[in-house]
């Protein structure tokens, strides 16, 4: 039975989706704070996370922070209100998967986990078709990678989302990142830099 772990302080929160998920046939472990969640997730590898962005004593940035969740071996999703979009995008930045938004369908919460662990098994599977060493390669993160590899071949952001377990918001988001950090000025320069790579060496 795949594992998820809850990380909300709100008890009516952690009902809602403990029924949904439990229904859907995963085992359930909540936390309502950042410091039993830490010492579990450093304990066992679930197959998917959900931290709320306000937790008690902590954000849930901090605590993407601590779990180092940029190299955490689970897709990690962040839940946030509306007002918390910067916030949720800076998560994204920390190293979360996704973000989803409150108020929320617990339904939804359950396919959109299903969904992250789905893409999260089937990622860096085949032949890369980006350049082995183009410049700025080294500046982006490994989940940068997997979306630039879908822009290469020529997804949507709803393509790109669909197959990495992502919205197509979020695909945005790093989408805007990659540009920056490779100072591509549009996408047509953003596929000659990547397909192209260094032809120095």
Known sequence: MNEVFIVDDD???CAALHIVLSGEGFLVSSFVESESFLSAAR???????????HLPGCSGLDVLRRLNAQHYPAPILILSGQGDIPTAI???RNGALDFIEKPF?????ATRMRDAIDAWANL???????????PGLERL???ERDVLERIARGASNKEAGRELGISPRTVEVHR?????KLSAKNAAD???IVLQGDRRH
């Open 11 to 13: 008890p009516s929160v």
């Open 124 to 134: 860096n599977r085949g032949d890369s078709i980006l350049a082995r060493n183009f």
């Open 43 to 53: 304990a066992r590898t679930p197959g998917c996370v959900l931290i709320d962005v």
């Open 176 to 180: 805007a990142r990659i540009m920056e």
């Open 190 to 192: 953003l596929m000659r």
């Open 105 to 109: 369908d617990p339904a939804n919460v």
């Open 141 to 143: 993160t490994v989940r």
């Open 90 to 92: 800076d998560a994204i």
